[in-house]
């Protein structure tokens, strides 16, 4: 198990490496200066102060040569310096923490929205196939699967927030979900609902496709376990439905679900940027999208990097979720 | 459909009359050949120009002169979404084809020969799936440049590398039936191997990766579009229109609503198309 983990995480380095190579290229190639836009994307650039730009660019080695850049930069990652903004004036990595709170909680949310809601749903339509509540619930799931994100968000925008003034139209509270949790017993329940009243219609939105994927997926895989020998034999030897289902059932079930939650979780993560601008959600891939609209190039490829490296740890967890579901897999 | 299988080889008339028999398939088939043909004809169907402003009759409601209204700039919106589909079918028929194209030459080389191009291909896959997605496309547009060709390039890139693992793991497997063991014996080529033996029997699974790929790509082109970085204004695309719709929300949903209705429509169809082809394909599916 040691081992297999081990080269897993050997096989991750050249991946990492290909990574900051084409973002670093990619970022190279699209045309604006980060220092012009330092200086102000209003001036005139001729009237920039060329002495000025040039110590500037220096100072951020912006003129060495390219390929030196990049060694620079992969030697730095390596000792796990991710760089500095050029822009904000601070380094990457604090920048990108600051706003990952917002993003996990968003993420995690729409998660447990669509595992909570998903899995026992598509329980329940499985042992009543073919009845119409099934077809009814299929029909729906597909319906959310196939309509496009950022769309169900202004429809809920206009409905929820333009018209009927339940919920604002976007931002995050002044505080995050857990600590308003904390704040509890100095402040009641206020914070609390306010966190709740920003969070829950981007998390909806957010969590609407996952949903129907884990009905469908839910659905088919206990469908076909209730086909499996096991399930006769324990009805057989006079369980009852419930223990079947909870017990023979699901537990078997849930393998294929597991790899499913683990690839969307990660997709997820990478996935929140279009919820994020449309509900001015202050999460990394907002963080992301301002970086690449101002040239910060260390910020943009920050932001890659380390949403890549958590998007292949995602990967190698639900492999090894896996072996723990199932003792019949074994690495090595 | 009889014709293609024979052709290809496949037995004829299980899928497709598995596929014609669900309603939902044939259903999705109308709205798609509809979709297309507006697309093919929409110079000659659209009531209006498509970039003609008139600033009197600006974010009107549906009327007889414009039965889905009118935008900001005061255009006619159902023009605009027959134009749109135009842009939004181009995009994403030409980039999901050559993507499956391309996994289908890269896949079907990495799985046969293995070695050298497996090797290399393999990684370079690695690398590309290692990507989130949506991230990689914002690069990658940020770098050439937001516009129609450009996205489609980065459509391909985003769709070819787990189409072209999915045909090499099936080329992996085919490759050892005996069928092929029995075409080498009586002396076919590699090439013929491939092109009569492997290729075909991996064109189920591709057809039902177009139909999704197809609604994927014709949410990506809105996404991009709507972002701002696809199809620019004041060309209708249906993302530049989803843009328009969102500056004006409080005034004139309709906007987001019609099209943001065709997006899902679109993509619906080809959702479920796909669906129903797995289905078709997949011979354990029990009849329900």
Redesign the interface.
């Known amino acids: 198990m040691t081992r297999y983990i081990i080269r897993r995480l050997l096989?991750m380095i050249?991946?990492?490496f290909?990574?900051t190579l084409?973002?670093f290229?990619?970022?190279r190639?699209?045309?604006g200066d980060p220092i012009v836009v330092l200086f102000g994307a209003d001036v005139d650039p001729v009237r920039i102060d060329q002495e000025a730009l040039r110590q500037l660019r220096h100072s951020y080695g912006l003129d060495q040569p390219i390929p030196v850049q990049y060694w620079t930069y992969v030697t730095h990652l390596a000792s796990g310096d991710f760089g500095r903004s050029i822009l904000q004036h601070a380094p990457v990595f604090d920048l990108i923490l600051q706003r990952l709170p917002a993003t996990l909680e968003l993420a995690i949310s729409a998660m447990l929205i669509a595992v909570v809601i998903g899995i026992p749903l598509g329980v329940y339509v499985a042992v009543r196939?073919?009845s119409r509540i099934d077809r009814a619930t299929l029909l729906i799931a597909?319906?959310l699967?196939?309509?496009?994100g950022?769309?169900i968000a202004?429809?809920l925008?206009?409905l929820f927030a333009?018209q009927l003034h339940w919920l604002p139209t976007s931002g995050r509270a002044d505080l995050s979900l857990y600590d308003s949790l904390l704040v509890i017993p100095e402040q009641g329940l206020a914070p609390l609902l306010d966190a709740l009243k920003h969070l829950i219609l981007p998390a909806i939105t957010l969590s609407l496709g996952y949903t129907a994927v884990f009905v469908r997926l839910t659905r088919s895989t206990v469908l076909e376990a209730l086909r499996e020998d096991y399930v006769r034999t324990a009805r057989a030897k006079g369980l009852s439905e419930r223990t079947v289902r909870f017990r023979h059932v699901l537990r078997n079930a849930m393998l294929p679900l597991i790899t499913a939650g683990g690839l969307y979780f990660?997709?997820l993560?990478?996935?929140t940027?279009?919820i994020e601008?449309?509900f001015a959600w202050p999460g990394v891939g907002r963080l992301?999208?301002d970086a690449?609209r101002f040239f910060d190039y260390a910020l943009?490829q920050g932001?890659?990097v380390l949403?890549?490296l958590l998007?292949?740890f995602a990967n190698l967890a639900v492999d090894l979720a896996y072996a723990f579901v199932d003792p019949r897999i074994r690495y090595s | 459909m009889t014709a293609v299988t024979t052709r290809l080889g496949l037995p004829q008339s299980p899928v497709a009359q598995r596929v014609l028999s669900s309603r939902i398939a044939v259903i999705a088939i109308i709205v798609i050949v509809a979709f297309a043909l507006v697309a093919l004809f929409a110079g000659l169907l659209a009531p209006h120009d498509p970039l003609e402003m008139n600033v009197a009759d600006r974010l009107d409601g549906p009327s007889a002169a414009h039965p889905l209204g009118t935008d900001q700039f005061g255009r006619d919106v159902l023009t605009r979404l027959m134009y749109g589909t135009r842009l939004s079918f181009f995009v994403a028929f030409t980039s999901v084809a050559i993507a499956a194209l391309g996994a289908l030459v890269v896949g079907t080389v990495a799985g046969y020969y293995g070695g050298v191009s497996d090797f290399v291909s393999g990684r370079i896959i690695d690398v590309l799936l290692a990507f989130p997605p949506i991230l990689l496309a914002l690069v990658l547009i940020a770098a050439v440049g937001p516009n129609v060709f450009n996205l489609i390039v980065v459509i391909i890139v985003l769709r070819l590398p787990g189409e072209a693992r999915l045909v090499r793991s099936m080329v992996l497997s085919l490759r050892q039936r005996t069928y092929v063991e029995a075409a080498r014996c009586i002396g076919a080529d590699d090439r013929r191997i491939m092109l009569r033996h492997i290729i075909p029997h991996t064109l189920g699974t591709l057809s039902v990766l177009l139909m999704l790929g197809m609604a994927s790509a014709i949410y990506l082109e809105a996404a991009f579009g709507f972002l701002g970085l696809g199809a620019q204004p004041p060309d209708p695309s249906w993302g530049t229109m989803m843009r328009d719709g969102l500056d004006v929300l409080r005034r004139a949903p309709h906007l987001s609503l019609f099209t943001g209705s065709a997006i899902f429509i679109a993509s619906l169809c080809f959702n479920s198309l796909g669906d129903v082809l797995r289905d078709a394909f997949d011979p354990t599916t029990i009849r329900r």
């Open positions: 096989a050249p991946v990492m290909g990574i084409i973002v290229v990619a970022m190639i699209v045309p196939k073919g597909s319906f699967f196939a309509a496009p950022f769309w202004i429809m925008i206009i333009v990660a997709q993560l990478g996935g940027v279009l601008v449309v992301g999208i690449l943009v932001v890659v949403t890549a998007f292949s």
